[in-house]
């Protein structure tokens, strides 16, 4: 897939040096942004060698991986999106997929053009993580998906039930949170054969209380050929 991009996107500027005062996900020294499918994306990088692709979670943004961009950007080269619809990037028109959002991460490495990345993720980054194994192999090398799961009835009835409160409230959400919170009712819709097609050794983690029941988690990890 190739990114739509314009003259005016400049390519990034590596952050090498740690600097304890760097903001992570508002740091205009590390952030760039490129278009696809016709909605401006917001990244940052730091440090160098081997990419290390990260996704952050559903309503959450670059900086909620704060602790992991420190962590890691002694040794990778990592590289963090807002997803669509979340932080710093734009809105889209229509409604949004994690099919879409994961294309879009695509896009990204073709866009940088990275050899094939370990991709870190946690929740609906998680999701994003398997996404890209299935419908973007080339682009993966190792995954790390944490706390995610194939549709909704993977969620804890509590977890569920706590949604439906949020979009309940009063006041309601604004428009943004409404439409990313309401996607986890609706999606994913991945079936669990559709694992068994993923070649990237595969680490799956989940908390001891997630949200994501245990036998959903564990029944990603029995389809995935090379799981741990």
Same mark, same amino acid.
């Given at each position: 897939?190739?990114?739509?991009?314009?003259?005016?996107?400049?390519?990034?500027?590596?952050?090498?040096?740690?600097?304890?005062?760097?903001?992570?996900?508002?740091?205009?020294?590390?952030?760039?942004?490129?278009?696809?499918?016709?909605?401006?994306?917001?990244?940052?990088?730091?440090?160098?060698?081997?990419?290390?692709?990260?996704?952050?979670?559903?309503?959450?943004?670059?900086?909620?991986?704060?602790?992991?961009?420190?962590?890691?950007?002694?040794?990778?080269?990592?590289?963090?999106?807002?997803?669509?619809?979340?932080?710093?990037?734009?809105?889209?028109?229509?409604?949004?997929?994690?099919?879409?959002?994961? !294309?879009?991460?695509?896009?990204?490495?073709?866009?940088?053009?990275?050899?094939?990345?370990?991709?870190?993720?946690?929740?609906?980054?998680?999701?994003?993580?398997?996404?890209?194994?299935?419908?973007?192999?080339?682009?993966?090398?190792?995954?790390?998906?944490?706390?995610?799961?194939?549709?909704?009835?993977?969620?804890?009835?509590?977890?569920?039930?706590?949604?439906?409160?949020?979009?309940?409230?009063?006041?309601?959400?604004?428009?943004?949170?409404?439409?990313?919170?309401?996607?986890?009712? !609706?999606?994913?819709?991945?079936?669990?054969?559709?694992?068994?097609?993923?070649?990237?050794?595969?680490?799956?983690?989940?908390?001891?209380?997630?949200?994501?029941?245990?036998?959903?988690?564990?029944?990603?990890?029995?389809?995935?050929?090379?799981?741990?």
């Amino acid at each position: 897939m190739q990114a739509q991009t314009s003259p005016s996107e400049s390519r990034p500027a590596v952050q090498t040096p740690h600097k304890s005062h760097a903001k992570y996900g508002a740091n205009p020294a590390a952030g760039r942004t490129f278009t696809h499918d016709g909605i401006k994306l917001y990244y940052e990088i730091y440090g160098v060698g081997e990419p290390l692709l990260l996704a952050h979670g559903n309503r959450g943004s670059i900086g909620e991986l704060s602790a992991q961009i420190a962590y890691f950007r002694t040794r990778y080269r990592v590289i963090a999106m807002d997803s669509r619809d979340h932080g710093k990037s734009a809105d889209s028109p229509d409604k949004i997929t994690y099919e879409k959002m994961t !294309d879009d991460l695509a896009a990204l490495l073709e866009h940088l053009r990275t050899p094939p990345a370990c991709v870190l993720g946690w929740s609906d980054g998680g999701i994003e993580a398997l996404l890209l194994a299935i419908r973007h192999p080339e682009k993966v090398k190792k995954i790390a998906a944490m706390a995610a799961n194939l549709d909704p009835d993977g969620l804890h009835p509590k977890a569920l039930a706590l949604i439906k409160t949020m979009l309940a409230s009063t006041p309601p959400p604004g428009k943004r949170d409404a439409k990313v919170t309401q996607m986890m009712l !609706d999606e994913p819709n991945i079936e669990f054969t559709s694992l068994e097609t993923i070649t990237a050794p595969t680490l799956i983690l989940a908390g001891d209380h997630d949200v994501i029941r245990d036998e959903h988690t564990l029944d990603i990890y029995h389809h995935i050929p090379i799981a741990s």
